[in-house]
């Protein structure tokens, strides 16, 4: 099972450029997820959606944009990229919302820098 | 606003001795809680959850969590630690309304020595 994948896996942005992070799921989850990881401060939300369509902004939206097209994916842009955002992002997805018990299915992770 | 608080950034521990690694969390209401693993350039595993029930969970990998109301706490244990245990811990909590989205904590790294 592949699970969630995220592509690419490295990049390294110039200040200024553009990007998109592609998250991909096969397990028909309803509910998705952006994390950005920075040491010490643990998972940050970025943004999420609730189905196909929607999409909602988390602890951390500023300077990313989300897009929720098609249920299995969930793509992460950058329209200018800056230092602040060199980081880890987490692509998560999860079957359940509502009743409490949401296990988020982690991707790999997507390194990016940006110079 | 929920928020979770893990107050050792390292915890080491000598392989066979039990490890426990702390967390406690701020919540309106009834809290959902969970433990999830990173292992070196891995995304997040997750481990357990308590939900309601029982206060004791048991998990993955002889894994348990004790959930304590009273002091708003939910650390992880295990009695006999492994070498491959070593990675980075994090303790999760969301509240029980609507579009609650998880809130991690900083995350703890666990060493386990041979």
């Known amino acids: 099972n592949a699970g969630v994948t995220q592509t690419p896996k490295f990049r390294v942005l110039k200040t200024g450029q553009s990007m998109t992070l592609l998250c991909a799921q096969d397990m028909n989850h309803e509910y998705m997820y952006w994390y950005r990881q920075d040491p010490g401060m643990g998972l940050r939300l970025i943004h999420y959606?609730?189905?196909?369509?929607?999409?909602a902004k988390g602890e951390v939206p500023d300077g990313y944009n989300v897009s929720r097209l098609k249920k299995q994916n969930f793509l992460l842009g950058l329209e200018s990229a800056a230092p602040s955002q060199t980081s880890v992002y987490f692509c998560?997805?999860?079957?359940?919302?509502?009743?409490?018990?949401?296990?988020?299915?982690f991707g790999a992770g997507s390194r990016l820098t940006v110079l | 606003a929920q928020s979770v608080a893990q107050p050792e950034d390292q915890v080491n521990v000598a392989e066979g001795n039990p490890l426990t690694v702390k967390c406690t969390y701020s919540?309106?209401?009834?809290?959902?809680l969970f433990w999830y693993v990173q292992y070196p350039n891995r995304g997040l595993q997750f481990l357990l959850k308590?939900?309601?029930?029982?206060?004791l969970v048991k998990g993955s990998y002889g894994f348990e969590a004790e959930f304590n109301k009273s002091q708003t706490a939910f650390h992880l244990k295990k009695p006999s630690a492994l070498v491959s245990d070593s990675a980075l811990y994090f303790c999760a909590v969301r509240g029980i309304s609507g579009y609650s989205t998880l809130t991690f904590g900083k995350g703890t790294m666990l060493l386990v020595s041979p």
């Open positions: 308590y939900i309601t029930g029982d206060n």
């Open positions: 959606s609730v189905g196909e369509g929607t999409t």
């Open positions: 998560a997805s999860s079957y359940s919302f509502l009743v409490g018990a949401n296990v988020l299915t």
């Open positions: 919540v309106s209401g009834n809290p959902y």
